[in-house]
T-cell receptor, first 115, second 113 residues
Framework: GAVVSQHPSRVICKSGTSVKIECRSLDFQATTMFWYRQFPKQSLMLMATSNEGSKATYEQGVEKDKFLINHASLTLSTLTVTSAHPEDSSFYIC???????????FGQGTRLTVV | EDQVTQSPEALRLQEGESSSLNCSYTVSGLRGLFWYRQDPGKGPEFLFTLYSAGEEKEKERLKATLTKKESFLHITAPKPEDSATYLCAVRTNYGGSQGNLIFGKGTKLSVKP
C-alpha cells in the first residue's frame, strides 16, 4: 500500500504556543488529504478535508482559525494548532488519497500534549 | 443520518479461538466499506475494501464479508499478534463531502497465548 508519513509522532508544548504537524505522501500524489482527531476509546472524528491548492473544508464545530490547514503541494499537508490549550491535547491523524484510488492511507498519528 | 456501529466493543480470545467482529451501517448510499487495524499510538493500517453485498476478501487469518446492512470480520485461529483495535468505516459518496470516511468506534481485540 501507499505510504503516508506524519511528523512529529509526539509533541509537548506550552499553553498558548502553536504547533505544526506535517503529513507527507511518499510514493503517490495526494490530491485529497484528511485530518482527524481521535479521543481515547472513540472513533476518528474528521476535522477537515483539503484539496491541493485550495482552501480546506472544515467540519461543523471545528474552528478554522484555530486549526490551520495548508495543502500547498500534492505531497504535503500541514495542520497548525494555534494558541494551543490543554483541551487541544489529543491524537491527530492525517490520511491521503490520490485521484484514482478509493482507499485512504493513514499517517502514524501525532500525540499532542499541551501543558 | 449515516451511522456505523461496531460490536462488540472489546473481545478477548484465546489463541486459536476463532470469532467474528461485526460492523452494522445505515447510510444513504454505500460507496465502499473499509476495515482498518489500529495498534496503540499508531495510525490505522488498511486491511480491506468491500463494495457490494456478497463480496468477500481474505488476508492471512482475516476474512471480511459484506451484506446490505453489515459487514463481518472473521478471524480464524488468531494469534497474539492479531491483538489490536479493528476499525470499520464507510464512504457514502465521492461528491461534496470529498468522499470522507465515517468510522465506527472500533472493536478492541485481545488474543491471549
Amino acid at each position: 500500500g501507499a505510504v503516508v508519513s506524519q511528523h512529529p509522532s509526539r509533541v509537548i508544548c506550552k499553553s498558548g504556543t502553536s504547533v505544526k504537524i506535517e503529513c507527507r505522501s511518499l510514493d503517490f500524489q495526494a490530491t485529497t488529504m484528511f485530518w482527524y482527531r481521535q479521543f481515547p476509546k472513540q472513533s476518528l472524528m474528521l476535522m477537515a478535508t483539503s484539496n491541493e491548492g485550495s482552501k480546506a473544508t472544515y467540519e461543523q464545530g471545528v474552528e478554522k482559525d484555530k486549526f490551520l490547514i495548508n495543502h500547498a503541494s500534492l505531497t504535503l499537508s500541514t495542520l497548525t494548532v494555534t494558541s494551543a490549550h490543554p483541551e487541544d491535547s489529543s491524537f491527530y491523524i492525517c490520511s491521503a488519497r490520490d485521484r484514482l484510488n478509493t482507499e485512504a492511507f493513514f499517517g502514524q498519528g501525532t500525540r499532542l500534549t499541551v501543558v | 443520518e449515516d451511522q456505523v456501529t461496531q460490536s462488540p466493543e472489546a473481545l478477548r480470545l484465546q489463541e486459536g479461538e476463532s470469532s467474528s467482529l461485526n460492523c452494522s451501517y445505515t447510510v444513504s448510499g454505500l460507496r465502499g466499506l473499509f476495515w482498518y487495524r489500529q495498534d496503540p499510538g499508531k495510525g490505522p493500517e488498511f486491511l480491506f475494501t468491500l463494495y457490494s453485498a456478497g463480496e468477500e476478501k481474505e488476508k492471512e487469518r482475516l476474512k471480511a464479508t459484506l451484506t446490505k446492512k453489515e459487514s463481518f470480520l472473521h478471524i480464524t485461529a488468531p494469534k497474539p499478534e492479531d491483538s489490536a483495535t479493528y476499525l470499520c468505516a464507510v464512504r457514502t459518496n465521492y461528491g461534496g463531502s470529498q468522499g470522507n470516511l465515517i468510522f465506527g468506534k472500533g472493536t478492541k481485540l485481545s488474543v491471549k497465548p
